[in-house]
């Protein structure tokens, strides 16, 4: 069918255009008949948290989504645009993408007079249907709301003509989305210029009421702290929001793997081929679990899951720098490796007052060795590394190092016992890259269970 350009061809094919609300609810109804992945970027929340949105888009409400940082709430607020048309029809020009069948802007209604079936339409992607807004002290009324145009009233329009506004952001969501983050931070006169715009669809500029009555799906987002405390938000606005949804972060070490292999910026070399092993990734997700439950670390403020994306990153990174160094070409984090994600995780958590003055890395230092623990414990019995551990009673060391290339590890599995029936059942013991890997984890884990000493020298770690 014709794409219409005036409202006189578009009415021959629809007699009216649905509200945002509806348009949703058809578009999510449409996905559940089908069988169609809903929210299928959003991880860990199945259960939990879809439940809740689908049951809130189905019946047109405004939403307000609580959580601590990096839990997928702008995620969620982004992959709702899916639940749009691919275009929308509106007035050609108009600012607030006026409906053609019903419109409420001054200039649109004088021009639907004028021109009757010869109006111009423009056509609006989904994509420029959500408009963000990151809450800040500093927002004015002027941005969400609007100003009288300097412009305009020059031009020779006066102060109390509605045309003679430039329209803010909730204005121009108009038969769209719009989305507010960290909602409690607004002051509070923009609260009360907010909620009475949400529930009456009215608001005044310079002394001058305007009346709009916009068709706005409204998302919200609030650390629950903020939301709850009195002061930071408002009642009445609080009133206006239809329902609350808790959002967290993943209950389960397999959600939290699958956000970090979404999410990270893969490294693409040539000549070069990157692979991290099961364990590392559980390992880093480990770590941030670690942290979400340690009493030394601010639980107000949370954990995100970017501490584990960009651990992740960042031990791939050091993986890298030694295999350009040893020009090897396959590119294998370590356990060695994990060091080199502390700095992308003390700047992501806050410490409680009284860690302030401990060594933030020995604090993390000590959750990675939690981290190593447990995976290990996942993957092998003690029992069934018994020839191993016997081997280093008998005298075996073995030294181990970051800057030490993976060809340098393969003679382990002549002179140690059972450790190449060990790194096979994690990785490929014939990579001698996977190969290393193994054996570092394989010796930190029985350290860890007190079955090996380790002594540090310089960069090197000596197992015996």
Known sequence: MQKPTTFGELKQQVNQLPDVRTEMRQNLIHKLKTNESIFPKVIGYDDTV???????????????????????????????????????????????????????????????IDLGDQLPLDYIPREKRLIEKLATSDVSTADLIGEVDPIKVAQGRTLDNES??????????????????????????????????????????????????????????????????????????????????????????????RIM???????????????????????????????????????????????????YEAIV???????????????????????????????????????????????????????VKLVFDTHFKLEELASITDAFENGVTAEISRNQPSKDYLPAFNVIPGMEDAAGALVDPANPAEAAAAIEFILEGLHLSNKLNREVIEDRLVYK
Do not use: W
């Open 317 to 371: 990174g050091s993986a890298l720098r030694r295999s350009l160094e040893f020009s090897e070409t396959f590119v294998v984090p370590r356990i060695t490796d994990i060091e080199a994600t502390f700095p992308a995780i003390t700047g992501k958590m806050e410490m409680e007052y009284e860690a302030v003055d401990e060594n933030q890395a020995d604090i993390i230092a000590n959750l990675t060795k939690q981290a």
């Open 50 to 112: 879809l439940p809740e949105l689908i049951n809130a888009i189905l019946c047109g409400h405004n939403i307000i989504l609580l959580g601590e940082r990096g839990q997928g709430k702008s995620r969620i607020i982004r992959s709702m645009i899916d639940f749009l048309d691919k275009e929308m029809p509106a007035v050609a020009g108009c600012p607030i993408h006026d409906s053609p069948f019903n419109p409420i802007c001054s200039e649109c209604k004088q021009n639907l």
């Open 261 to 311: 292999e979404q999410e990270v910026r893969t490294l693409s070399l040539d000549g070069l081929s990157t692979c991290v092993p099961d364990f590392i990734k559980e390992i880093i997700a480990e770590i941030t679990f670690q942290a979400r439950r340690s009493q030394e670390i601010n639980q107000h403020s949370g954990v995100s899951c970017r501490v584990s994306i960009r651990s």
């Open 164 to 257: 003679s506004i430039h329209f803010g952001l909730v204005p121009r969501a108009h038969r769209s989305l719009f989305a507010i983050n960290e909602l409690p931070d607004l002051a509070e006169k923009i609260q009360v210029a907010f909620f009475n715009i949400m529930e009456e669809n009215d608001f005044q500029i310079k002394g001058f009421p305007v009346r709009l009555p916009l068709d706005t799906f409204i998302v919200a987002t609030a650390n629950p702290e903020d939301y709850t405390s009195r002061g930071r938000i408002i009642t009445p606005l609080k009133d206006r929001f239809d329902v609350q949804i808790r959002t967290h972060y993943p209950l389960e070490r397999k959600y939290e793997i």
